[in-house]
């Protein structure tokens, strides 16, 4: 990190190292980037090949967990989905995944303007790959499946569908919303607290929350879904929101004060 951007970045030590973003350091980083849009781009094609092919399964079946049968494939008349040859559920579960990607790279490439060097493109890459492919075993497993083989859709797959179509239309909207705001030079210097932030002082973390949630309750019902969504809500909780805070207190003073007051919840409206 360069001088100025120390500067503009006032936290401790203790909470810079708790976070891989470099707060007030725009450096451009265009090989960390490119690195993490390739890498989240290649991830849907993993768990089309775990959904489609059951690659990895292998090592359920070792442990003597069964998987659940391909199932009959979705017909739709568009040859680029019929041709994937996935079952109806597991082709909205693949569509996450995709879904997942896409956000990603729009935030790596268009909405974020903190540098991402190699090692934390790496890391943050490798950690949605992960929790995509487990909700993805949990769903093949047949201990652990939301899916009932019963009626389609079935409860969990439309709870965790909306919250994951919410969860990450709200991220991908709040962190718009924002850029247009540090885009115009008139407000140089002042936090965002229009739009979908006057809900939520940190509303992208909890949509984030959501979604993730909702794909874990999609893919391995309840008790996954529960677990996942525990985890990312306890960790912003606990990490995330008091080192952005410990920022946005020492680089915007009043103004985040103000915002404070007028703005109550956290992470997610009525609830934190």
């Not at 739709?76 to 995944?97: C, E, K, Q, V, W």
């Not at 499946?145 to 389609?152: D, I, M, Q, V």
């Not at 718009?176 to 229009?194: A, E, H, I, L």
């Amino acid at each position: 990190m360069s001088d100025k951007a120390r500067a503009n970045d006032p936290r401790s030590e203790a909470s810079k190292k708790k976070d891989l973003i470099p707060r007030g350091d725009y450096t451009s980083t265009p090989i960390g980037k490119t690195v993490f849009v390739v890498l989240r781009s290649l991830d849907p094609v993993l768990q089309y090949s775990i959904l489609a092919h059951g690659t990895g399964t292998a090592l359920l079946h070792r442990v003597g967990l069964q998987t659940l049968p391909a199932g009959l494939p979705v017909h739709t008349g568009i040859a680029p989905i019929d041709n994937l040859g996935l079952s109806p559920y597991r082709l909205i579960l693949l569509s996450m995944a995709v879904g997942s990607a896409v956000k990603q790279d729009i935030w790596a490439t268009m909405l974020s303007g903190e540098p991402m060097d190699v090692k934390n493109a790496l890391i943050v890459s490798l950690f949605n790959t992960v929790c995509n492919s487990v909700n993805h075993f949990a769903f093949l497993a047949s201990a652990t499946s939301a899916s009932e083989n019963s009626a389609f859709p079935q409860l969990p797959l439309m709870l965790g569908g909306a919250m994951y179509a919410i969860g990450i239309v709200t991220e991908l909207m709040s962190e718009v919303q924002r850029k247009q705001f540090k885009d115009d030079p008139k407000n140089k210097g002042k936090p965002f607290t229009g739009g979908l932030w006057s809900l939520a002082r940190h509303i992208n973390y909890g949509a984030y929350t959501v979604w993730r949630a909702g794909y874990a309750l999609s893919s391995g019902g309840w008790i996954l879904g529960g677990i996942v969504g525990t985890i990312f809500f306890t960790d912003f909780m606990n990490r995330g929101v008091p080192i952005l805070n410990e920022y946005c207190e020492k680089r915007y003073g009043e103004d985040w004060e103000q915002f404070k007051k007028q703005t109550k919840w956290k992470l997610i409206p009525g609830i934190y």
